[in-house]
C-alpha cells in the first residue's frame, strides 16, 4: 500500500492518530474533518494534514473541551 502524504487510506490515518475508523467517519459527517477526496475505488483518501487536524481535536478533547467548542 502506498502511503505518500496525499494517499494515506482511512485505516491507516485511524492508527497513526489511535481513533476508531469511526470516529474519523463521525468527525467528517459534523464538519470537523473536510471529506477527503475519493479514489477510483471510492476509497476515502486523506493527506497528512487530516493527521494533523485528527491529533489536534484528540488533544483539545484532552484538555476538557467539547466538540462544539
Known sequence: MNTSSSS????VVAKRVGVAI??????????????????????????EGAIAQLRFIRRAKLLGFTLEE
Open 22 to 47: 469511526d470516529t474519523i467517519r463521525y468527525y467528517e459527517r459534523e464538519g470537523l474533518l473536510p471529506e477527503p477526496t475519493r479514489r477510483a475505488s471510492g476509497y476515502r483518501s486523506y493527506g
Open 8 to 11: 494515506l487510506t482511512i485505516g
